[in-house]
C-alpha cells in the first residue's frame, strides 16, 4: 500500500507551473471543473487521492454551501477554498487565480469552511472494538496484545501573536518557543484519526487536553492508549491504561531489562509521528502562521481553526492509509 505521506512531498511537475503562470490574473482562464480532470492535479491542489474522490466529497458537500459569487460556480468556489487548505495560497493570490476580489475569497473561504466542517466531521469517529480488533495491525498485537484502543499526541500550531497579555501567557509554547495552538490528536492502531479535540492555547498540558476534551470519556474498562509527549501521567483515568515509556521524547535512557518492553513503543511512535506530521505536512495551511481572525469565534460559537483542523482530519482519513511496519 502507497504511503500517502509522500504525495504531500512531491515536487510541482513543470506542466503545472505552466498552467499556474497563465492562469495568474487571467479572467478568461479562471480554472473550472475541465481544468482539475485529473488525478494529479487533485493530489497537488486537494490531497484528495483522486479526481472520483474530489467528486464524490463536492457532491456530499454542495448542497449545503451557500454560493458567494457571482461569476464562481460551487465547484470553483469549494476548490478555491480546498487549494487554501492544502497550498495555503495567500487570499491575494486565490484572487487572482479566481479573478475575484480579496474580499470575496474571504467570503468563500468563511462559508465552505462551515459547510465542510458539517458535512466532513462525520469521518472522524471513534470505532467500536470489534472493529479494532478486525483491523489491529501485527505491531500492536505482537507488542500489546489486543487492547490498544487510541494513541494520543498533540499538534501544535502556530498563531500570530495575540495583543491581548492574558492570551499570550495561554498561547505560549515552551516546547516550540512561540505562540501555538494545541489540539489533542487520537489516533488508531490502523493510522486513522478517530478523535480530534478543541484547540486550547500551547501552554496546555497533553493532560489537561485529555481530561477536558471528552476523550477519557469514550474509553471502556481494558482499553490501552499510546501517549506521546510528556506532561500526560494518566492520573485521574478511571477506565484503560496509559503506556508511556519510549514514547517520551528526552528523557533518560532506558534500563537495558526495559529495553525489550519499550521496543515496541518506540517503533509504533514513528506510525503516530508520520500521521500527525502528515497532517500539517499535506494540508499547509496547519504548517503556516494562523492569523488571530481565524481563532475568533463564528455565530454559531466556534471558531474556524477548529472547523479548518477537524476538515483537514477528515480529508487525511479520506485518503490512503498510513502504512505501519509489520501490519501485514
Avoid at 28 to 39: A, E, W
Amino acid at each position: 500500500m502507497a504511503d500517502c505521506s509522500k504525495e504531500s512531498e512531491e515536487p510541482q511537475n513543470a506542466e503545472t507551473q505552466t498552467e499556474e503562470l497563465q492562469l495568474g490574473g487571467q479572467s478568461t482562464h479562471v480554472p473550472n471543473k475541465d481544468f482539475f480532470k485529473s488525478d494529479e492535479k487533485v493530489r497537488y491542489y486537494t490531497g484528495l487521492p483522486s479526481y472520483e474522490g474530489l467528486m464524490i466529497v463536492f457532491d456530499h458537500v454542495a448542497p449545503f454551501a451557500t454560493r458567494t459569487s457571482q461569476s464562481l460556480d460551487s465547484f470553483q468556489e469549494c476548490m478555491l477554498v480546498l487549494m487554501k487548505l492544502r497550498q495555503n495560497m495567500p487570499f491575494l493570490y486565490l484572487a487572482y487565480w479566481f479573478d475575484v476580489s480579496p474580499s470575496t475569497v474571504s467570503q468563500i473561504f468563511d462559508t465552505w469552511i462551515v459547510a465542510l466542517d458539517i458535512r466532513l466531521s462525520c469521518f472522524v469517529f471513534w470505532p467500536n472494538r470489534e472493529d479494532l480488533l478486525r483491523t489491529m495491525p501485527m505491531c500492536f498485537k505482537h507488542t500489546f496484545g489486543q487492547k490498544v484502543t487510541a494513541i494520543i499526541d498533540c499538534l501544535e500550531v502556530s498563531i500570530d501573536k495575540p495583543a491581548n497579555l492574558s492570551a499570550r501567557e495561554q498561547t505560549f509554547s515552551s516546547h516550540m518557543q512561540r505562540h501555538t495552538l494545541k489540539v489533542l490528536i487520537g489516533i488508531t492502531p490502523l493510522g486513522t484519526m478517530s478523535f480530534v479535540s478543541k484547540a486550547w492555547g500551547g501552554c496546555a498540558s497533553n493532560m489537561f487536553l485529555a481530561e477536558t476534551s471528552g476523550f477519557l470519556d469514550k474509553l471502556l474498562p481494558g482499553d490501552t492508549v499510546l501517549v506521546g509527549g510528556k506532561n500526560c501521567d494518566g492520573n485521574g483515568l478511571e477506565q484503560g491504561e496509559f503506556v508511556m515509556g519510549a514514547f517520551t521524547k528526552g528523557e533518560a535512557q532506558l534500563e537495558l531489562t526495559d529495553v525489550e518492553g519499550f521496543r515496541g513503543i518506540a517503533s509504533v511512535r514513528t506510525h503516530v509521528e508520520k500521521l500527525i506530521g502528515l497532517l500539517s505536512r499535506k494540508y499547509k495551511f496547519l504548517e503556516g502562521t494562523v492569523p488571530i481572525d481565524h481563532l475568533v469565534c463564528d455565530d454559531s460559537q466556534v471558531p474556524p481553526i477548529d472547523r479548518i483542523i477537524r476538515i483537514c482530519s477528515a480529508l487525511v482519513n479520506l485518503g490512503p492509509p498510513v502504512e505501519s511496519s509489520g501490519s501485514n
